[in-house]
């Protein structure tokens, strides 16, 4: 079982749905679900929560040719979409320990994950909220 919070789902599908028909790819990470407001999910399940803006970091990284958008060994999951194309991975996606994939019409039907090794897991929207996070 893999679990992502609703507003990260729609965010997902969202974001899939407006680069149609180009494709995106977005790196994801989890909290534990005892750091989440309104869950019954044991403390210590990860759950995926937030995402990394695909641009971020991008002028650096067009000049060094490194991500620096995305917090080295800080993402445990990967979304793609497939704009035209199975709701499956693909040998082109990046592998990453959860592979979260959408396809059109952008519903919480057209969202699947899957491990590593292509095989499909089955998908639980929490509805839960991250806790509030302040730029000191």
């Known amino acids: 079982m893999v679990y992502i919070t609703r507003g990260l789902a729609e965010t997902l599908l969202r974001l899939g749905d407006d680069r149609d028909p180009e494709s995106v790819t977005i790196r994801l990470s989890v909290l534990s679900a005892g750091e989440l407001d309104g869950t019954d999910l044991p403390p210590e399940t990860p759950v995926f929560t ?9 002028s650096v990284g067009a000049v060094f040719g490194m991500d620096l958008g995305t917090p080295p060994g800080q993402t445990q999951g990967l979304f793609v979409s497939h704009p035209v194309g199975d709701l499956s991975i693909s040998e082109r996606d990046d592998l990453a320990e959860v592979v979260f994939v959408a396809v059109p019409p952008w519903d919480e039907e057209s969202l ?8 499909r897991k089955e998908v639980e929207i929490v509805d839960a909220e991250p806790p509030e996070e302040r730029v000191a």
């Not at 937030?50 to 991008?58: I, L, Q, R």
Request: glycine share 18%; proline share 6%.
């Open 50 to 58: 937030h995402f990394y803006m695909p641009e971020a970091g991008g």
């Open 112 to 119: 699947a994950a899957f491990d590593r090794s292509g095989r």
